[in-house]
């Protein structure tokens, strides 16, 4: 998620290398992992099946000797903890103060640190694990980060990403379900929360409170007398509008009877939180409950269920209108005798104390009366008494009756020790003391408006007789009199008093029949429209003592009074209401009797010193005047302002101005209805305020609620904007909406509905809707009950929505199906990721969870209240992760935790990042005491954030898990409840993570045999080795080996073994390799020497050691960690362990030489799980202060333990020296600094047990081992082998028989060949082949093969080709094929060649691996002779070719002196050496003078072995070809390539006529080159690029001049170095891939000059003169020191 963190410190790994850690929001958003993978490089074969059967078994049989490859595996560490007490509720608001004060600061903090944490996001994630369901990180300062609660009362809590922190708690029932926060220039200022609350702490509120910076609780005055709903702070002006279902501010209620009735606010109230004050509204509130407020521009806008104001005269003050007492008549029954007090005219307006003149009193012991009569009507509300205390006198009791007829009149008074309203009528108390006492007229309008007066009758007293210091009467209504002196008493505080004003004749007028005097204005009836009349008025201006609206009434006299009926006419009545509106009416006097009449209605602003309303009063130029009149006249007695309701119609929302005092109202109220409202009896719950991303995006207000209007088609929610009434789409929603928040462009709805109104859509009680295509979305599948929540959850970030209500299921989608997720009233939804995510932890259902998002201050705090058992920031079971950027994060996605076991237990031991080897994504394993939501039991892996089934279920504690390759090893307490069962828990299992099962190693045993007390307590990996090292409690490893508490596992034999003869007599509890030594923890005894707790096991030495100070461990070691000292490797390593003395914790250190024991204070209760070295500058100064960087650790000896700069992390269930506990704190600077605290569900702290890194994998060698149904296969693979050899070997047999027969029948053919070819006879070769079959005439069209046939039955090469070198290997002339008919393919007659060049060009042909002639078959040669014999012909041409070739050879040896000097040699054919062999000193000698001519050859044309035969022939033709496309040599001959298999039996045809073979063996070779010619020519129509090769190796590309074959030797280079070499035989053709590698072909000779490679081997590889040496490396298996056999020319060639 994106957010706005709060910062807290967290470890670095020491080790330099790591894996890259996973990312996360709050949302396991981080666990998505990139796969890495290695290309292959892939052969295709083309073969037949046996040769894919053969390579199979090859590779299998070979695989499992192949050296085993290294792999990798991670460590961890198995610890353990117990569970511990509850967090005490904080004793004093001094920490609750100090908390909320550093929540700005630390605000402030966090976002300077978070650009420098970010930048160590290369640092990897953290892993933590142990035994909790809730972490947090500590605030600074506080008591608690995760905290145990008492879930009998309600917990008050404060929330950030990484922390909670308890601010109070209520004893007494009742719950906080709102809040608000105020902030002053951007720093935090006071939280206020309302609810049912009525106790905090040991303070006694009012359902609404506030806390501020400081701590102080703000009670608000006593709070209001109901259920507060909703808050809102309005910061701009910092006012808490506080809305639910009261009636009054307690404040208002206790204060006194004159004001209690004008402080009724009715479900809305206003408190001032700079002042500390209520504000009074204009109005009193609302006659229905207030749900929620939402501010939009500069209005606020509070919605609920009402519809009109409750404003009107019952809710008036009683003391706003004083009476003027002076001008009344005052009397007093049995007046004292005392000088100075017997006048009843001493209390009024009086301003001294009991004295002479300033009290009035009765007589001794008689009771008395205090009457007054008004001389004007009008209708008492309030009396006001102070008591006498004269001489101990003072009046007890009184009663009230009225003037004239003295009825017994009934008060109210407040009860000044219950400040309850009490009522009276015959006797109503009165203090004895100096202060006002006040008294309110309770009975009914018609009643007081008719009395002229009262009487107090004193019915009690004290001492010696009655009395009273002071007196005020008050009236209820606002009035105004035209007669001025009775509008205001001058002794009253009044600024502003009710006044009048006379312009014209207006006379006073008294009448014997009416109570008071009134001003009347008489004149003419011709005169009325006069100047003088018009402009006589009376200006009466009251007191309005605040604004509202008013009905105005008129007294007017009846004309009867005065016989003036006659003349009665009518009134022009003006109002200035405002400053904006004046109202004139006429209101007609004819009425009889005395009347009080409404005139008027309106708004009327209070009165102040700008502005103040006034009522003019004048003669009606157009009254009606009756017609025998002769005057006309006008009274004006006075007016009365009596409040009424302001707005009927509200419907649910009422709008209110920012500043309910702003001048604004005197132009008109500052509270309204919407201009277009909801319809009527609608009950709004929610409101928002938010834009619409459209072409108007102004603020628009939400309101969600229950109410509908199907003329505009809207349900239950809607929105307000241009001053009307909107529908959303879909129409609404079918149900009820109870709360809205706005987020970016979208509106989430919580409530009780089922889906959009037009039922389209499911959304089961949640629902966004996005205002920028202006669409529902469902939240998933929504909850499964009420959702009267919905807040934007800061600390999460802006992209967090809170959901809180009476619901225990939110339904949720893990990508494939639907789940449902268990919830207790609380889900969270991720608005970026689009699902539900992980939530603080708050054991119990919250009644409240706010928090404050504004975009203006940067906010992460929120705020939990609710019945809890325990709570933390985050929830997290089990598991999770300490983020790069220091943020606690949560592992799994919501919904997929760790479960408790079947039994109940919980806790997770260890956990690693499990990777078969660094090219490979880490997984993520635990173990411990739980099972998976899948069914997994003790042990889990996370697969897309999901715990899920490992393998197999481990039905016993885990308490260790490590991997080697692709082994996980998994250790703990053996399962002794079942041994029958076979998947029973042994201590330790192995899983082969690769193949999904369990790996089979011998079990661990105890001495007796069994499980009993079997258990793994640690797994180490020897690194680069196939050892695995176990090290706990059992005494045998398979049942028979005794290997007591420590042994080790090859991995590749599945072996155990001892390691050496230790000492141990009890369990091993630690393993730490340091270099090549093993440190073992665990309890050594050697006969009478002392007991010692750590050893170690040198490999080098292969025996064990003591460790140098190991003897001053005062118990048992629990835990080894490395230790860096800043370096990257050490010898040193710290050692915790517990004391034999009193089971405290020890911790002590080895540096490399001996064990030391540094100054360490931890509580003896502690159990430390791990220590580990931290550098200073990853820990930021919020969590470990500001004092120096380094730390000052030392030994007792003062000499430093840990390097400087660096901090130790201790983890596991501490008790610090400052009473605070800790899962894992920070020692530095002699000073603890504690971070993470850790809590379980049963409100029990938890504790850490492992924290681990995300490290590459630890190196091992590792054979893989085949399975059964591949040793199958292999087996199958070898029996079809040796079933193929022994066919072949079949084939061989019958292959070499064959050629024995064959040979003879090639001789003949030979013979019969030259025969026929020299005699007159024109055979065509086509016809020759057919008549000869597989005898001579194959040899005859091989010899032809070179030639390029013209006619449609032949395609080759375009033009005369000659043969390889160009020269006859006997005559040593050049051999021309033009004597073979281009058209028909015969041998034309009278040819110098004869059969010795027939012969020869058929030898040239048939080692020539390019040239090739198709032979069309279907021409058909006519043969003359039909009746000569095949014998003879075969014969005689046999003979003939024989004496011929003799005959031109010595005749050809004479000429050239090519022949040897012996005359014996007649007949013998002399090899020519090939020149690349002889020297340069015998090339320059003259052949003539060595006789011999002893040859530098390496073969021998008279061996008896075929290939030797079969080389020196090829070295007599000359160079040998080059491998490829072939370019003219430096003789300007066109190289013929290096013979291939195809062309095998043209050059044995060859080399057996040459050789002079018999004539069986040349007949067979014969064939078998006719056989090869006929294929070629069928398949050489897929061969297009022989015509152009062909050509480019024509005679007219060669250079001119250049030498033949056998000419002189100096064009080609002397090569006798390469002789000095070993000669080896390409056995196959190998090509070059890569630039340095040596091609050849197979047959070819590799003078190999490097052999130090066992596999590759270095040549050089000659293949001709005009071609340059070719040097490089090839495999060593391609070439043989021992040249082919003859049975090997089939596939050498």
């Known amino acids: 998620m994106v957010r706005s963190r709060s910062r807290v410190g967290a470890w670095t790994r020491i080790e330099t290398t790591t894996a890259p850690a996973a990312s996360s929001s709050r949302m396991p958003s981080a666990y998505a992992r990139s796969a890495h993978g290695s290309h292959t490089r892939t052969a295709t074969w083309s073969c037949t099946w046996l040769r894919y059967v053969a390579v199979l078994a090859f590779v299998l049989l070979a695989t499992p000797s192949l050296a085993a490859e290294p792999t990798g595996s991670a460590l961890s560490a198995p610890l353990s903890g117990t569970n511990v007490d509850p967090t005490p509720v904080p004793e004093s608001n001094g920490e609750l103060g100090e ?308 009825q017994a009149l009934t008060m109210s008074y407040l009860d000044p020790e219950t400040h309850v309203e009490m009522f009276c009528t015959q006797s109503c108390p009165l203090p004895q003391d100096y202060n006002w006492h006040e008294f309110r007229f309770v009975d009914n309008a018609d009643v007081l408006a008719n009395i002229t007066g009262i009487i107090v009758n004193i019915v009690d007293w004290y001492g010696m007789g009655g009395g009273f210091n002071k007196i005020e009467l008050y009236q209820r209504d606002a009035s105004v009199h035209a007669i001025d002196e009775y509008n205001a008493s001058p002794c009253s505080s009044q600024v502003i008093r009710p006044s009048s004003q006379v312009s014209g004749n207006w006379k006073p007028t008294t009448a014997a029949s009416y109570h008071g005097s009134y001003l009347t204005f008489s004149v003419n009836s011709n005169d009325i429209a006069s100047a003088e009349a018009q402009s006589a008025t009376v200006t009466l201006v009251p007191f309005v003592p605040e604004s509202g609206f008013y009905q105005v009434y008129m007294s007017i006299p009846g004309c009867q009074n005065t016989n003036t009926c006659l003349q009665r006419t009518s009134a022009k009545v003006t109002w200035l209401m405002n400053g904006k509106r004046s109202v004139v009416t006429t209101v007609a006097q004819h009425n009889l009797n005395d009347e009080e009449i409404p005139v008027l209605s309106g708004y009327m602003p209070a009165s102040s010193m700008n502005f103040s309303s006034a009522i003019y009063v004048q003669l009606a130029n157009e009254g009606d005047v009756d017609p025998q009149a002769t005057s006309v006249e006008v009274v004006v007695d006075s007016f009365r302002l009596e409040r009424i309701t302001s707005y009927t119609d509200l419907n649910g929302v009422i709008e209110l101005y920012e500043d309910l005092n702003s001048d604004l109202q005197v132009n008109g109220p500052l509270y309204a209805p919407l201009k277009e409202g909801l319809p009527a009896s609608s009950a709004v719950y929610a409101a928002t305020h938010g834009t619409f991303n459209d072409t108007n995006p102004e603020d628009t207000l939400f309101l969600g609620g229950q109410f509908l209007d199907t003329d505009k088609n809207y349900y239950s929610i ?336 599945a072996q155990w073994s001892p390691l050496g003869s230790n000492t141990l007599i009890d369990q091993v509890t630690d393993l730490l390799f340091v270099r090549d030594r093993l440190i073992v923890a665990g309890t050594f005894k050697n006969g009478t020497e002392p007991t010692k707790y750590l050893r170690e096991f040198d490999f080098g030495l292969n025996a064990w050691a003591d460790i140098d100070g190991a003897d001053k461990l005062p118990g048992p070691v629990t835990v080894l960690t490395a230790a860096s000292d800043g370096q990257e490797t050490t010898d040193g390593f710290y050692i915790t362990g517990v004391s034999m003395k009193d089971a405290s914790p020890y911790f002590y250190k080895y540096d490399g030489s001996t064990v030391t024991a540094p100054k360490f204070t931890i509580g003896s209760q502690s159990t430390i799980n791990g220590i580990l070295e931290v550098p200073r500058s990853r820990i930021p100064d919020s969590v470990l202060g500001t004092g120096n960087s380094s730390s000052s650790l030392t030994r007792r000896d003062s000499e430093p333990v840990i390097p400087d700069n660096y901090v130790l992390a201790v983890s596991g269930d501490l008790y610090l020296p400052s009473g605070l506990r800790a899962s894992n704190a920070f020692f530095y600077n002699d000073k603890w600094a504690p971070f993470l605290s850790t809590i379980q569900d049963n409100g029990s702290p938890g504790y850490i047990s492992s924290v681990f890194f995300e490290i590459p994998p630890t190196n091992v060698y590792q054979r893989h081992r085949l399975s059964v149904a591949l040793v199958i296969i292999i087996a199958i693979a070898i029996a079809l082998g040796i079933t193929f050899l022994i066919v072949l070997v079949g084939l061989v047999y019958i292959y070499l028989r064959n050629r024995r027969e064959a040979a003879a029948t090639a001789s003949a053919a030979s013979a019969a060949l030259a025969a026929t070819t020299a005699g007159t006879t024109k055979v065509p070769l086509g016809a020759t082949a057919t008549m000869l079959g597989t005898g001579a005439a194959a040899a005859a069209a091989t010899a032809a093969g070179t030639r390029n046939l013209q006619s449609d039955g032949f395609r080759g090469t375009a033009g005369a080709r000659e043969t390889w070198g160009n020269v006859n290997a006997v005559t040593g002339e050049p051999v021309s094929f033009d004597n073979i008919a281009p058209s028909t393919g015969r041998l034309n007659s009278g040819t110098p060649v004869g059969l010795a060049g027939l012969a020869a060009a058929g030898r040239k042909a048939a080692v020539s691996s390019d040239t090739y002639v198709q032979q069309d078959m279907d021409k058909k040669a006519n043969y003359d002779d039909t009746n000569e014999s095949l014998d003879s012909i075969f014969k005689s041409a046999a003979a003939e070719a024989e004496a011929e070739a003799e005959s031109e050879a010595r005749e050809r040896a004479t000429s050239t002196g090519s022949m040897g000097s012996d005359p014996g040699a007649v007949g013998a054919y002399a090899m020519p050496t090939p020149r690349h062999y002889t020297s340069q000193q015998h090339d320059s000698r003259d052949r003539s003078e060595s006789p011999d001519h002893s040859r530098t050859s390496m073969y021998r044309t008279d061996s008896t072995n075929p290939f030797e035969q079969r080389m020196a022939l090829r070295e007599s033709q000359g160079a040998f070809p080059p491998a490829g496309p072939f370019a003219d040599g430096d003789d300007g001959v066109g190289h013929i390539p290096m013979p291939s298999p195809r062309h095998m039996h043209s050059e044995h045809a060859a080399a057996a006529a040459l050789a002079g073979a018999s004539g069986a063996a040349a007949a067979g070779l014969g064939a078998m080159a006719a056989k090869d010619a006929r294929r070629r020519s069928e398949s050489a129509s897929t061969r297009n690029t022989d015509a152009d090769y062909s050509a480019s190796q024509s005679p007219s590309s060669r250079p001119s001049g250049e030498s033949s074959v056998g000419g002189s030797s100096a064009h080609l280079p002397i090569r006798d170095s390469l002789k000095q070499y070993p000669v080896f035989y390409a056995k196959f053709t190998f090509s070059s891939r890569e630039t340095g590698e040596l091609g050849f072909r197979a047959g070819e000779r590799v003078f190999v000059i490097d052999q130090s490679d066992e596999i590759w081997w270095m040549g050089i590889v000659d293949h001709g003169s005009d071609q340059p040496l070719e040097q490089g490396v090839f495999p060593a298996t391609y070439v043989s020191s021992e040249p082919p056999k003859s049975n090997d020319w089939s596939e050498l060639m």
């Open 718 to 1053: 809607a929105c307000y904007r241009d001053e009307k009434i909107t529908a959303l789409a879909n129409a609404g929603v079918w149900g009820d909406v109870r709360a809205l928040t706005f987020i970016g462009s979208s509106l989430y709805a919580g409530g009780s509905f089922n889906g959009t109104a037009d039922f389209s859509l499911a959304l089961n009680n949640v629902g966004e809707y996005n205002t920028t295509d202006q669409r529902w979305y469902p939240l998933v599948g929504g909850t499964n009950g009420v959702v009267n929540g919905v807040v934007p959850y800061a600390p999460f970030g802006s992209r967090a929505v809170a959901f809180t209500g009476d619901f225990t299921v939110v339904n949720g989608d893990d990508g494939t199906s639907p789940v449902e997720i268990g919830v207790n009233g609380l889900a969270m939804w991720d608005t970026l990721a689009g699902g539900w995510t992980n939530t603080p932890y708050l054991e119990g259902k919250p009644s409240l969870v706010y928090s404050d998002a504004r975009s203006d201050d940067h906010d992460s705090v929120a705020f939990a209240a609710g019945n809890f058992n325990a709570a933390a920031a985050l929830k997290a079971n089990g598991a999770v992760l300490l983020t790069p950027s220091e943020n606690i994060q949560a592992i799994n996605m919501m919904g997929f935790d760790l479960q408790p076991s079947d039994s109940g237990s919980f806790v997770v031991n260890s956990g690693l990042w499990y990777a078969k080897n660094n090219g490979t994504t880490p997984m993520l394993v635990v173990g411990g005491q739980f099972r998976t939501l899948d069914g997994g039991i003790n042990i889990a892996k996370l697969d897309d954030g999901k715990w899920k089934r490992l393998v197999t279920d481990i039905n016993g504690e885990v308490l260790t898990i490590n991997n080697a390759a692709n082994l996980l090893f998994v250790g703990g307490v053996a399962n002794v409840t079942d041994t029958s069962d076979q998947k029973a828990f042994k201590g330790l299992k192995v899983l082969d993570m690769d193949r999904d099962r369990v790996f089979e190693t011998p079990s661990l045993k105890s001495s007796e045999g069994d499980l009993v007390g079997v258990r793994v307590n640690k797994v180490a990996i020897r690194a680069d080795t196939s050892m695995v090292v176990v090290g706990g409690n059992f005494t045998l490893a398979g049942g028979m080996l005794s290997c007591p508490y420590i042994c080790t596992l090859d991995i590749n034999e």
């Open 99 to 406: 908390l909320l004060g550093r929540i700005a600061e630390n605000n402030e903090e966090d976002s300077s640190e978070e650009s420098a944490s970010d930048s160590d996001d290369n640092e990897g994630s953290i892993g933590i694990v142990g035994a909790f369901n809730g972490v947090s990180s500590f605030s600074p300062g506080s008591n608690g980060a995760a905290l145990g609660l008492d879930s009998n009362s309600m917990s008050l809590l404060s929330l950030t990403e990484n922390s909670a922190t308890l601010l109070a708690a209520a004893s007494a029932s009742g719950q906080v379900t709102a809040a608000c926060t105020i902030y002053d220039s951007g720093s935090f200022k006071k939280v206020f929360m309302g609810g049912s609350i009525s106790m905090l702490n040991t303070t006694t509120v009012g359902y609404v409170f506030g806390v501020d910076a400081s701590g102080n609780i703000d009670s608000m005055l006593g709070g209001v007398n109901g259920p507060v709903n909703a808050l809102y702070c309005d910061n701009e002006t910092q006012l808490v509008y506080v809305g639910g279902n009261f009636t009054s501010t307690v404040n208002g209620l206790t204060s006194n009877v004159a004001t209690m009735r004008s402080t009724s606010t009715g479900s809305l109230a206003i408190y001032e939180a700079t002042g500390g004050a209520w504000r009074p509204f204009s109005f009193r509130g609302l006659n229905g409950p207030v749900f929620d407020f939402a501010k939009v521009s500069k209005h606020v806008y509070a919605v609920g269920a009402f519809t009109s104001t409750v404003d009107n005269a019952t809710h008036t003050a009683l003391n706003e209108q004083p009476m003027d007492l002076s001008a009344c008549t005052i009397t007093g029954g049995n007046n004292a005798e005392i000088q100075g007090f017997s006048d009843p005219h001493n209390i009024i307006c009086t301003q001294n104390a009991d004295s002479a003149g300033n009290t009035w009193l009765m007589r001794d012991k008689l009771p008395g009366y205090y009457r007054i009569d008004f001389p004007f009507k009008a209708t008492p509300s309030l009396l006001r008494l102070m008591n006498t205390l004269y001489e101990g006198r003072g009046t007890k009791a009184i009663r009230l009756e009225a003037a004239p007829n003295n």
